[in-house]
């Protein structure tokens, strides 16, 4: 939705009042017989105050019947929530990558958007792709290891430990890189069950050869490999691949041998990158 910042925003007498509700108040997300019961008027006049407040900005429309107010922390203008686009969406998804890792507390670095994993096909709301949230649409889509939380005012889906780890192994480029699954793993360190970590692995095509890579960082960082872990990705194994996947990595290094995986990051830098 593009609204312009410097269209005067309007307000009849019973629009105000329910401006003035939404201000006191401040709900996340508001539908029809919120407001009805809010201002004391009949849902059919509910649906006309709520359409004319989504025409004049002061409502943006996320899901069928879900509103979210733009009261704006400042002089009334727009302050959009990728978070409030989540809540009440209806296709499968959960919050992962680098976004859950930061949620979970598995890094500091908090992306500028909101990265969402989802089905293929799926699509927000025409106007909420501005509002901070990126879709990466899988292939191989599953629920399996998300849950339902309360994040920033909202009720959304978010990756478990083990899904986040997992997702951010198989797509280095949406985790920082192997230095950023590394913090990750750094942090993780004894919350995350490890057979059910490497049983979701066994689904994904690239499941195999991510467990490779993390085996590679955990032994990099000297801590404990779980036994699940050296049973399903220890050697032996035949072509190395590269610890970082990521385009412009330099591709000589030494190979940890029961990882068969080339260290094309050094190390050290790995382990410092942990200690920052």
Known sequence: MAIDLYRPRT???REAEVLAWLETERPATIEVGD????VGVSREYARTLVARLERKDWLQRLTRGRYE???GASGGWPAPDPWAALDGWVRPYYVSFAS??????????RPGEVQVAT???AALVPGTAAMGVRLIRLRRF???GSQQRELHGHNVRIAAVERCLLDCATHLDLAGGALGLARMLARADGQADWAWLIEMARGLPRGAGAMRRVGALLEILDLEIPAPLLEAAAGPHGRPIQ?????GGAGDGPVLARWAVRLNVAPEAIREEVRR
């Open 243 to 247: 610890l970082d996947s990521l385009s």
């Open 100 to 109: 859950a890792a930061y949620e979970l507390g598995l890094t500091p670095d």
């Open 142 to 144: 599953a629920l399996e």
């Open 69 to 71: 107010p733009l009261l």
């Open 11 to 13: 307000l009849g007498p």
């Open 35 to 38: 407001v009805a019961e809010a």
């Open 119 to 121: 089905v293929t096909g």
